[in-house]
């Protein structure tokens, strides 16, 4: 596919496949990254070929397409392909353990301690009925857990995402069966990069 078509790119993972083994193993990082990310990415760039939009920044080509009828498609595969970028920056080697005292200071505030706000975060998304996404976001100033289902993505609502797990089967099946539960609280114990969720917090909007 020429360059000028194929607008969006598979981003370069921030560690190598194998780094966050045992928790995500590489063949979960060869099929969920390889093949789901990569299958979006490439859905994407087919359906933007030749159209108006197909040089607009990702999160406007998101909002743009879910307002628009008929553009479910380009939203979908745009909402996932941010959707599972922020997932990968979003964790790291020996990853969760003890928050940033800045990170830490806003949960406490929200979500009363660390604890409660790890439970709340893992109920509800444990409870996801089918395909979707966790999200811990700031709504207005205040963090708050969030669910969505399928591609959609906070970014819509105007919420700033600072953590988000994927929680569709394909995120969990090749290391945890069918155990949710278990791949919830291993991101929050193992995986989670509270320093990314800290950046994501200062940072501009997406
Ligand atoms: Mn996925």
């Excluded at 020429?2 to 193993?25: C, F, G, I, V």
């Excluded at 399928?150 to 099946?173: F, M, S």
């Amino acid at each position: 596919m020429a360059e000028a078509s194929a607008p969006h790119r598979l981003p370069e993972l921030p560690y190598p496949k194998d780094a966050l083994a045992p928790y995500l193993s590489a063949e979960s990082f060869d099929y969920h990254y390889g093949k789901h990310h990569a299958a979006y990415v490439n859905k994407l760039n087919q359906l933007l070929d030749g159209h108006e939009w197909a040089s607009l920044p990702l999160a406007d080509l998101i909002v743009t397409a879910n307002r628009t009828p008929g553009a479910r498609s380009i939203y979908n595969n745009a909402a996932q392909h941010w959707n599972h970028s922020q997932f990968w920056t979003g964790m790291k080697p020996s990853g969760g353990g003890v928050m940033p005292a800045a990170l830490e200071h806003r949960i406490v505030q929200d979500f009363g301690d660390v604890t409660k706000f790890k439970q709340q975060f893992s109920a509800a998304g444990a409870a996801q009925f089918g395909s979707g996404w966790v999200w811990l976001v700031e709504n207005k100033s205040r963090l708050e857990v969030v669910t969505t289902s399928n591609a959609d993505t906070p970014i819509t609502e105007g919420k700033r995402a600072l953590i988000g797990c994927d929680v569709w089967e394909h995120a969990y099946y090749v290391d945890y069966r069918n155990a949710r539960a278990d791949f919830l609280r291993t991101y929050l114990d193992h995986l989670v990069s509270w320093e990314e969720a800290l950046q994501r917090l200062n940072g501009p909007e997406a």
